[in-house]
């Protein structure tokens, strides 16, 4: 994994304000995963020109309209953010979302040991610090919690936790701390591994419609994969997910939790009034909102202004389609040249426009396959982990549970850590 050499400064109240969101922000999810009446409202717009979101679409409406087999529903979250100057001073932070994961948000496992490598960078470098500047920092632990919880409520102590992978598989590493956490917890909970392929051909439903790989009854089907258009190459793919999805089994995440965290319906929840359905106590909203940038639809008869604004100036704009995993969004003059090509389009629906965050710069060294670790200017990104367990009628579990802190060139547009931009990172609390 690359990392960065030393820990990277960040204002400690802008930690604590992120943490302290984190199980509004899961609330509110829950609500729109559970509102049907909104989810359409919100996704129908773009059914018929985004492919992938129909194809999940159809698999949300037809285990609907079966009924359910399965109440319990569980999420592992990471709400990413990065940090702004608030003014002009250039002293005081303030955090601004880039995007809600409710479907594989990864890195827990493997942020967890990089607050050792830095307190000992510190070290040989004799700088000085107190021990709450580089707390201990152990997303697997709460996650691992979650899951087992989850399993709990499966009640069959021989049905095993089944993680699906890709292939091949770059988070391996991360995936296998996430399961010493659970086997920490539970030594006796069987973890299995699977690909899509080898569930197309292993997978069954029971007569109660148990899911059943080889002859083991899973209790909880985490994904891992399944986020991309192309890990669905044939129609077998989607057959699987929606068999996987009308199983016994628990799902993390549901299609409705994987819709839910949609960038449209982030579009929409920014929209003056929205939140105000979905959470009570005006503080509250106050402050998830204060965390907002502009977000726009680009579909309807005043989208226009801003898409004259977005040609005028790019570099002020992301351009968002309905995709996870990195290396989607469109920035600068891409984002004009094809705004250009479809602004008169029905393929619109499908996009929505961000202002861009102007990540507040520092100097960090980056150790990364091939590169020196010359003293840069670097932005960093903060992603606040989460569990939540419920069934669709109250919240069983909702807590936050620990930080990935990425960092890369200041330059660097998306900041993927597989990808080889983005670098392990720490914070160093002031
Ligand atoms: P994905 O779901 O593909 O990961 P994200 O919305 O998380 O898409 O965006 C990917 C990356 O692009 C982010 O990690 C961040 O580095 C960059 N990015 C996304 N939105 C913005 C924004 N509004 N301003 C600046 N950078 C952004
Ligand atoms: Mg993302």
């Given at each position: 994994?690359?990392?960065?050499l030393?820990?990277?400064?960040?204002?400690a109240?802008?930690?604590?304000?992120?943490?302290?969101?984190?199980?509004?922000?899961?609330?509110?999810?829950?609500?729109?995963?559970?509102?049907?009446?909104?989810?359409?409202?919100?996704?129908?717009?773009?059914?018929?020109?985004?492919?992938?979101?129909?194809?999940?679409?159809?698999?949300?409406?037809?285990?609907?309209?079966?009924?359910?087999?399965?109440?319990?529903?569980?999420?592992?979250?990471?709400?990413?953010?990065?940090?702004?100057?608030?003014?002009?001073?250039?002293?005081?932070?303030?955090?601004?979302?880039?995007?809600?994961?409710?479907?594989?948000?990864?890195?827990?496992?493997v942020?967890?040991s990089?607050?050792?490598?830095?307190?000992?960078?510190?070290?040989?470098?004799?700088?000085?610090?107190?021990?709450?500047?580089?707390?201990?920092?152990?997303?697997?632990?709460g996650?691992?919690?979650?899951?087992?919880?989850?399993?709990?409520?499966?009640?069959?102590?021989?049905?095993?936790?089944?993680?699906?992978?890709?292939?091949?598989?770059?988070?391996?590493?991360?995936?296998?701390?996430?399961?010493?956490?659970?086997?920490?917890?539970?030594?006796?909970?069987?973890?299995?591994?699977?690909?899509?392929?080898?569930?197309?051909?292993?997978?069954?439903?029971?007569?109660?419609?148990?899911?059943?790989?080889?002859?083991?009854?899973?209790?909880?089907?985490?994904?891992?994969?399944?986020?991309?258009?192309?890990?669905?190459?044939?129609?077998?793919?989607?057959?699987?997910?929606?068999?996987?999805?009308?199983?016994?089994?628990?799902?993390?995440?549901?299609?409705a939790?994987?819709?839910?965290?949609?960038?449209?319906?982030?579009?929409?929840?920014?929209?003056?009034?929205?939140?105000?359905?979905?959470?009570?106590?005006?503080?509250?909203?106050?402050?998830?909102?204060?965390t907002?940038?502009?977000?726009?639809?680009?579909?309807?008869?005043?989208?226009?202004?801003?898409?004259?604004?977005?040609?005028?100036?790019?570099?002020?704009f992301?351009?968002?389609?309905?995709?996870?995993?990195?290396?989607?969004?469109?920035?600068?003059?891409?984002?004009?040249?094809?705004?250009?090509?479809?602004?008169?389009?029905?393929?619109?629906?499908?996009?929505?426009?961000?202002?861009?965050?102007?990540?507040?710069?520092?100097?960090?060294?980056?150790?990364?396959?091939?590169?020196?670790?010359?003293?840069?200017?670097?932005?960093?990104?903060?992603?606040?982990?989460?569990?939540h367990?419920?069934?669709?009628?109250?919240?069983?579990?909702?807590?936050?549970?620990?930080y990935?802190?990425?960092?890369?060139?200041?330059?660097?547009?998306?900041?993927?850590?597989f990808?080889?931009h983005?670098?392990?990172?720490?914070?160093?609390?002031?």
């Open positions: 994994m690359p990392f960065t030393f820990p990277s400064i960040l204002p109240d802008v930690l604590s304000k992120t943490k302290s969101l984190q199980t509004a922000f899961q609330t509110v999810i829950y609500k729109v995963a559970n509102n049907h009446e909104f989810m359409k409202a919100c996704l129908s717009g773009l059914l018929n020109v985004d492919d992938f979101t129909q194809q999940l679409w159809k698999i949300y409406e037809t285990v609907r309209n079966e009924g359910t087999t399965q109440e319990v529903s569980i999420i592992l979250t990471r709400n990413d953010y990065m940090m702004e100057y608030a003014e002009e001073d250039g002293v005081k932070q303030d955090c601004k979302q880039v995007e809600f994961n409710t479907f594989a948000s990864g890195a827990g496992g942020i967890s990089m607050v050792d490598v830095h307190r000992y960078s510190l070290s040989l470098e004799d700088i000085l610090f107190k021990d709450n500047q580089l707390p201990d920092n152990h997303p697997t632990a996650l691992a919690k979650g899951l087992v919880k989850a399993w709990q409520l499966y009640k069959n102590k021989r049905a095993a936790l089944l993680f699906i992978v890709g292939i091949p598989e770059p988070n391996t590493p991360d995936q296998r701390w996430l399961e010493r956490d659970i086997l920490r917890l539970d030594g006796s909970i069987k973890v299995i591994y699977r690909t899509f392929p080898q569930l197309i051909k292993q997978m069954t439903l029971g007569e109660n419609k148990e899911l059943i790989v080889d002859g083991t009854e899973v209790a909880i089907v985490y994904y891992r994969y399944g986020y991309a258009p192309k890990h669905y190459p044939t129609d077998a793919e989607f057959k699987l997910r929606l068999d996987m999805e009308r199983s016994r089994a628990i799902k993390c995440p549901t299609v939790f994987h819709l839910a965290g949609c960038k449209k319906i982030q579009q929409v929840l920014a929209e003056p009034g929205v939140l105000e359905k979905f959470i009570d106590g005006t503080d509250v909203i106050k402050d998830l909102r204060s907002f940038v502009g977000l726009y639809k680009l579909d309807t008869k005043d989208s226009s202004k801003i898409i004259t604004q977005a040609l005028q100036t790019p570099e002020r992301v351009l968002k389609p309905q995709r996870e995993g990195g290396g989607n969004n469109l920035f600068g003059d891409e984002l004009k040249d094809y705004l250009e090509k479809i602004k008169e389009s029905p393929e619109l629906s499908s996009w929505i426009l961000m202002d861009r965050i102007r990540a507040a710069k520092h100097r960090n060294r980056l150790i990364r396959v091939g590169l020196g670790p010359e003293c840069r200017d670097v932005v960093s990104e903060l992603g606040i982990f989460g569990v367990i419920s069934t669709p009628t109250s919240e069983l579990e909702n807590f936050e549970c620990g990935l802190l990425r960092t890369k060139p200041e330059e660097a547009n998306e900041g993927g850590l990808s080889g983005s670098c392990l990172d720490s914070p160093f609390l002031v």
